[in-house]
């Protein structure tokens, strides 16, 4: 081993008896300072003697936040991890935070900091790395820093990375102090920087997750709740300033996405004008395009935190960031992605992947088709949409607007064709592009079923109709809303449904294309049927009808009829309903839309079971069942096997009336059809009564009734009261049915329903029989008059209740 004097060239022997563990060494004037490095000799720098600082006398960290709020879980389980880490002999705790620009990782790690003073008797170590600025620290002039505070004057500090490391390691030998390195770009930069001695401990922090940092508890913070964010809003404006307009301290902490930087410019900018109302400043953050410019105050801006992340983007990146703004979803798959940036699924999923590193983009898990999801935080969103506006030409956002609305109308249209097959359209001379997806399985992505993508994706095409017609693509606007009537039908989404096909019926006329405004038409007036609007639902029906007599379209004319059937139906006129549901019938057939057919038998077979016509039900019921069957259409098979439950009902075979409701809710089950199976539970509880097994009826009901509410569903709330009533009646709680059925009959008397009103009627008068109430010739006599009006044979059984009044 040897010594070289600096600047001298000499060896000089070292003196064993002067070189101590620490590696600093007494030597007269001079101030000796030992570098070990792996594989080399202890080199000894000399340099003029000068004070060094204690570690007890270091303490770096900045001051802490007076109005620091929330994060308690985040805190909690962070100095569990440091007590739990404190008793290892091996290992130094260290923790890395990492989340996107403006989330408080910084906050939250100097409070930890502050927190574990004690812990860490000898002092705190602070750096900001600047690891999303383009001069990010090089991690051999902060250890440079580092050994200056420890007293090593700058002539005795290595020149090598590695040997200051090591020089470093050696300061912290045997002490305990904390090492809090803020703002890291990588792995890379921060290693160099770790203690090497298990007293101490470390923070980083991070806007990429630095999942391989040796030893690292990962804790990814995420915005503040809602209840926290008001909290912060109040530790800062105060607390009677937040009482005094609540619902806009919750809008403002909605506008500002919860974002802890967000709303801290947001509470100063109020402090700054204690004259605002919070309702003032939520007025201007409702408008996306100038947001971000509203949310600056000072030194502090939303835009700069969020752009020093973005400039440190290779520019494909960039580019990908700024066009990702097109897409209004609050998530999307990267099949949407790869639409929007002319490339390959794998590519964009690459691209998508790496803006998640960056903290510019959020993974939001896998959907149900196996997909992965990602999603826009709402103001890194304006911010992509700021820099679109800013950098990207209008051509190249028309073309790229429309590859991605094309890829939702191709996949949507081959959606609806996969889910019935066997149904038909006329020619449709589509003037909207369809964007093939590059090396995208339609079909797989499909799997299990289409319902399961059509769930997933149903807020990403209603955004995309808005777009559509927004941007006045009138065609594509009204062919991308058609293929959501199926599912929407299914699943009772009848927001989502009215919404875009209101939009439609208007984009179809403009486009001057009646075929499509038909279709439209069509669609429109069974999402009215569904949402309890029969009157809007006829008047759809009437011009669907119309367009179609004007085009000679057989297939045009049966959707019609038979959503004119269904409605009439629903409003208990059999008669009526019975006409036009056999000439949807024939016109199906001469369409040959075999799903049309199908779907006809079921709805006739209904229409004759309430006309007690059981023969000719049943055989149309088994027949739809035969055809859902062959088509694997799990939603008609189960429509059918209602039917051919209630036959067995009626024909007194309530056992397997039962067991064909059983099979239906396991099949809504496998498909996630709530309503139906709601409405499978009324008619179980029907069968169970007929058994005598009120109990089990009384349980169905409840589940029917939970499931009705959720849905808002009115309508069939009275019918499943109606049955609750009749039970309440066999067990003696007479005036419990009868409120029950006074509510079922206003109810139903506002859908114009006019046969389950008749229903309820009559049940109603058994209730007032039972009671000794003379009423119960008024309510015989509604239900008889509401039988004759519908057509139903159920009057006779009115009848013959009203001679025992």
Not at 740 to 768: C, K, S, T
Request: proline share 5%; net charge negative; with cysteine.
């Amino acid at each position: 081993m040897t010594e070289t004097p600096e600047g001298t060239g000499e060896p000089v022997p070292p003196s064993p008896s002067t070189v101590s563990g620490s590696g600093l060494v007494a030597g007269g004037d001079v101030r000796l300072v030992g570098t070990y490095v792996a594989g080399r000799d202890l080199i000894i720098h000399q340099h003029p003697q000068q004070p060094v600082a204690a570690p007890s006398g270091i303490h770096m960290l900045p001051a802490h936040v007076i109005d620091f709020a929330g994060r308690d879980d985040d805190i909690r389980q962070a100095l569990s991890w440091f007590e739990a880490g404190s008793g290892s002999r091996q290992a130094v705790p260290v923790l890395a935070i990492a989340g996107k620009a403006g989330v408080g990782k910084t906050t939250l790690a100097v409070h930890l900091g502050h927190e574990l003073a004690d812990r860490y008797p000898d002092g705190q170590l602070y750096v900001n790395l600047r690891g999303v600025e383009a001069e990010r620290l090089d991690p051999a002039e902060v250890l440079s820093g580092f050994l200056r505070a420890f007293g090593v004057a700058g002539a005795a500090i290595p020149q090598e990375l590695e040997e200051r490391a090591s020089l470093y390691r050696q300061f912290l030998y045997d002490r305990r102090m904390l090492v809090l390195l803020d703002n890291a770009a990588s792995e890379a930069q921060v290693r160099p920087l770790l203690p090497g001695s298990p007293g101490c401990a470390v923070i980083v922090t991070s806007r990429p997750l630095l999942t391989a940092l040796p030893g690292a508890r990962l804790l990814t913070l995420d915005v503040m709740p809602p209840a926290q964010s008001i909290d912060l809003l109040a530790k800062i404006l105060g607390e009677s300033r937040v009482a005094g307009g609540e619902s806009a301290a919750a809008e403002i902490a909605e506008l500002c996405g919860h974002l802890p930087l967000a709303l801290r410019i947001a509470a100063a900018r109020l402090a700054a004008r204690p004259r605002w109302p919070l309702t003032h400043l939520a007025t201007r953050l409702r408008d996306e395009g100038t947001r971000i410019a509203e949310l600056r105050a000072g030194d502090l801006e939303v835009r700069a935190a969020f752009a020093l992340s973005y400039e440190g983007l290779a520019e494909a990146d960039r580019q990908a960031f700024r066009r990702l703004g097109l897409i209004r979803a609050s998530d999307f798959a990267a099949w949407v992605a790869a639409a929007v940036l002319d490339t390959d699924v794998p590519t964009a999923e690459e691209a998508l992947e790496r803006l998640v590193d960056a903290q510019l983009l959020e993974s939001d898990g896998f959907d149900a088709t196996g997909q992965p999801r990602y999603r826009f935080h709402d103001l890194l969103r304006s911010f992509a949409r700021e820099r679109m506006r800013a950098e990207e030409e209008p051509a190249e956002l028309g073309a790229a607007s429309g590859r991605f609305l094309g890829a939702y109308l191709a996949l949507s249209k081959r959606g609806l064709y996969l889910l019935a097959p066997n149904s038909k359209r006329d020619p449709l001379a589509s003037r909207a592009t369809q964007w093939p997806p590059p090396g995208l399985d339609i079909d797989e992505l499909m799997r299990p079923t289409p319902f399961s993508w059509f769930l997933v994706e149903t807020q990403g095409i209603v955004a995309a109709v808005t777009q559509a017609y927004e941007a006045g693509l009138w065609d594509m606007t009204w062919e991308l809303a058609d293929p959501l009537h199926f599912h929407c039908r299914v699943f009772a989404l009848w927001k989502p449904w009215t919404t875009t096909h209101e939009l439609a019926v208007e984009a179809a006329r403009r486009a001057d294309n009646p075929r499509g405004e038909a279709f439209i038409l069509r669609n429109l007036g069974n999402a009215y049927r569904d949402a309890g609007l029969p009157a809007k639902a006829v008047a759809c029906y009437e011009a669907s009808l119309d367009l179609g007599r004007r085009l000679d379209s057989r297939l045009i004319q049966a959707a019609a009829l038979n959503g004119a059937g269904e409605v009439t139906l629903d409003r208990g006129r059999l008669v009526t309903a019975r006409s036009y549901l056999e000439q949807a019938q024939a016109a199906w057939t001469d369409a040959e839309d075999w799903t049309g057919v199908a779907y006809g038998h079921t709805h006739l077979a209904v229409v004759y079971a309430d006309q007690r016509l059981l023969d000719q039900a049943e055989e149309h019921a088994a027949e739809s069942l035969r055809m859902q069957t062959q088509f694997r259409d799990r939603s008609g098979e189960a429509y059918a096997r209602m039917t051919l439950g209630r036959i067995a009902r009626l024909r007194d075979r309530p056992a397997d009336a039962v067991a064909a409701y059983e099979r239906c809710l396991e099949i809504y089950a496998e498909i996630g059809e709530r309503l139906g199976a709601a409405d499978a539970r009324v008619s179980m509880a029907q069968a169970h009564r007929d058994q005598g097994r009120h109990e089990e009826a009384a349980r169905r009901l409840d589940e029917a009734i939970t499931t009705y509410l959720d849905f808002g569903g009115g309508r069939r709330r009275a019918i499943a009261f109606t049955v609750l009533a009749a039970l309440d009646r066999d067990e003696g709680r007479l005036q419990a049915a009868a409120e029950r059925l006074a509510e079922a009959i206003a109810v139903l008397r506002g859908a114009d329903d006019i046969l389950n009103e008749a229903r309820a009627q009559l049940e109603l008068a058994r209730v007032r029989h039972a009671a000794g109430d003379a009423g119960a010739q008024e309510a015989v006599a509604a239900a008889i008059s509401g039988f004759e009006q519908a057509g139903s044979p159920e009057v006779d059984e009115a009848r013959a209740l009203a001679e025992r009044v």
